[in-house]
């Protein structure tokens, strides 16, 4: 007589112990994946938090001082007032990338021919074009340059093309 249709299964503790074997062995290989992908780190909620905060806190703070302040307490973040960007500095940082080999129809800077007509606007139409952008350009070249920068570039590329 042969068994060709029978089950491999057959006591009721080879079932259990089947059965316990089919449920630990995918969890115990689910497991030792997740240590395998983490690198065995266990990361503490409370722990991720700080870190998180700490890589996406502010650089500084805005303090408005009047009159006369009080010392800061040690260990302040006292702010530092930025010195403004010369001419040459903006137009190093901002201007250049346009300006200097004439991308999208900007003016060269150093071609007479070419700033002429804009300089005879006066200076408070390029300083508004730079400030508010115009046809091509930006506003303030794509730059988070203040208003007087962006004037000291302006005035730095008028009479380098004068």
Do not use: N
């Not at 290989?29 to 409370?46: E, F, P, T």
């Not at 300089?119 to 303030?140: E, N, R, T, W």
């Amino acid at each position: 007589m042969s068994e060709e249709h029978g089950s491999l299964v057959k006591t009721p503790k080879q079932l259990i112990i089947v059965s316990v074997i089919a449920l630990v062995v995918p969890v115990s290989i689910a497991l030792l994946g997740a240590q395998l992908v983490s690198g065995g780190k266990h990361i503490d909620a409370a722990e991720s938090k700080k870190s998180v905060e700490q890589r996406i806190r502010p650089v500084g703070e805005m303090v408005k001082l009047e009159g006369a302040a009080p010392a800061p307490a040690a260990g302040a973040v006292v702010p530092v007032a930025a010195k403004a960007k010369s001419g040459q500095e903006v137009y190093d940082s901002a201007c250049v990338a346009c300006h200097g080999a004439g991308v999208a129809g900007a003016p060269k800077t150093g071609d007479k021919a070419a700033w002429a007509a804009r300089i005879a606007q006066g200076a408070s139409v390029l300083y508004d074009h730079a400030i508010k952008g115009f046809k091509g350009m930006p506003p303030k070249g794509g730059s988070t340059l203040s208003d007087d920068e962006i004037k000291a570039g302006v005035d730095f590329q008028v009479a380098k093309s004068k």
